[in-house]
Structure formats: structure tokens, C-alpha cells
């Protein structure tokens, strides 16, 4: 148990609705990440937050916007999901962000849009 | 473009023997680097990381080595066991673009044969 918590676990949805993905950090840790991966695909780094302030944005999608709450909890909204939306997205955290900092991953939050 | 490379999608090893998992990088600023190991259904967990003035750290079975000249990084797992079956995900840390993030590569799936 990594100590990251998400929800929900399973997701099924139809292509143009909205999600939300939630993320609970380790305890202590201020930086909270998302990736996504797809099928037959690596990690791919969507944003990061820490301490409540987007710190860095990767290939994360216009219909895709995140943000992290003063209690650091983070969220993911999918919005007019397509099926290629499809895919696993995993939240980690860590203490602070820099070298040397390990990342600690959820168990992820399996999205399947139909 | 890949800046964080796995070539190899897949590995067998025979139980016992030595389990050598590759991984490429082309970003020179690159400073940390990680290896995750993650079963299926599950989130990635942290294995083992080496800094850049580093060029081996060595935990137990699991041993880094990084060839800075060559933006080479390899996993050595002695003795391989049963177990040890997961996708291994090489990851690298440093600034991409305007923001410092952890990039992956496509991972290598290791099949350890009894």
C-alpha cells in the first residue's frame, strides 16, 4: 500500500459525458502528479500541482483540467470523453518536488468510455 | 519525441539467472533516474533510483548502473524469481521544457520462468 488513495476504481461511461477522478496523497506529501496510460502505452505525464499550485503541465488535453485542494487532495476532470480517453490514470505524490524525490503511486482509477 | 526509450517490450529469464533490463535516454539534462516495477491492476511501485554523480547503487537483488556517456541506465535482477514477473518502467528526472518532470519509458515486460 503506497499510502495514495484513489477513486473510483472502475469507471464506465459514454463518449461526450464528464468525470471526475479523485486522488488522496500520502500523508505529508504537498506535490500530487497524474498520468495516464493507454493501451500498449507508457506512463504518460499529464500535470502536476504542489502545495494547491499547478507546478508543471505535460501532455495533458484542453477537455482535461485538474486542481489541488487546500486539504491536497487533487482531482481529474474528463470532460466530452471520447473513446480514446479510454485508459488507466494513475495519481502518485511525493514530499516536495526535486531531485532525489521518490513518487509514490495509487493503485489507479480505470476509465473505460463507451 | 521519445526521450526516455525501452526497446525491449519483453524479456523471459529462466529462474535463478540474471535479468538485464535496458533503457535509453536522450535528454541530457536528465539528473535522477527511477526503475518501477508494476503488476498488473495495480499502480507502479518504487524500485530502486541513482543520481547522476552516481553510476551504480545496488539494493539487495536489484542493481542500477548509469553510463552517463552513452544516456544508458540498466536494471541487473540477481537471482531472478517467479515473483519478479512485471512490467519495469525506467523513468528519468530533470527539466523538460520549462518545468522539472519524471518522464517514462514504455516499460519491458519480465516473464521469470520456474
Known amino acids: 500500500d503506497s499510502g495514495v488513495t484513489q477513486t473510483p476504481k472502475h469507471l464506465i461511461t459514454a463518449t461526450g459525458q464528464r468525470v471526475t477522478l479523485r486522488c488522496s496523497p500520502r500523508?505529508?506529501?504537498?506535490?500530487v502528479y497524474w498520468y495516464q496510460q493507454s493501451l500498449d502505452q507508457g506512463l504518460q505525464f499529464l500535470i502536476q500541482?504542489?502545495?494547491?499550485?499547478?507546478?508543471a503541465k505535460g501532455n495533458i488535453l484542453e477537455r482535461f483540467s485538474a486542481q489541488q485542494f487546500p486539504d491536497l487532495h487533487s482531482e481529474l476532470n474528463l470532460s466530452s470523453l471520447e473513446l480514446g480517453d479510454s485508459a488507466l490514470y494513475f495519481c502518485?505524490?511525493?514530499?516536495?518536488?526535486?531531485?532525489?524525490?521518490?513518487?509514490?503511486f495509487g493503485e489507479g482509477s480505470w476509465l473505460t468510455v463507451v | 519525441d521519445q526521450q526516455v526509450k525501452q526497446n525491449s517490450p519483453s524479456l523471459s529469464v529462466q529462474e535463478g539467472r540474471i535479468s538485464i533490463l535496458n533503457c535509453d535516454y536522450t535528454?541530457?539534462?536528465?539528473?535522477?533516474f527511477l526503475w518501477y516495477k508494476k503488476y498488473p491492476a495495480e499502480g507502479p511501485t518504487f524500485l530502486i533510483s541513482?543520481?547522476?554523480?552516481?553510476d551504480k547503487n545496488e539494493d539487495g537483488r536489484f542493481t542500477v548502473f548509469l553510463n552517463k556517456s552513452a544516456k544508458h541506465l540498466s536494471l541487473h535482477i540477481v537471482p531472478s524469481q517467479p515473483g519478479d514477473s512485471a512490467v519495469y518502467f525506467c523513468?528519468?528526472?530533470?527539466?523538460?521544457?520549462?518545468?522539472?518532470?519524471?518522464?517514462f519509458g514504455s516499460g519491458t515486460q519480465l516473464t521469470v520462468l520456474p
Open positions: 500541482y504542489y502545495n494547491g499550485e499547478e507546478r
Open positions: 535528454n541530457s539534462m536528465f539528473d535522477y
Open positions: 541513482i543520481s547522476s554523480i552516481k
Open positions: 523513468a528519468a528526472y530533470g527539466p523538460t521544457g520549462s518545468a522539472r518532470q519524471l518522464t
Open positions: 500523508s505529508g506529501d504537498l506535490s
Open positions: 502518485a505524490s511525493s514530499v516536495l518536488v526535486g531531485q532525489g524525490n521518490t513518487i509514490y
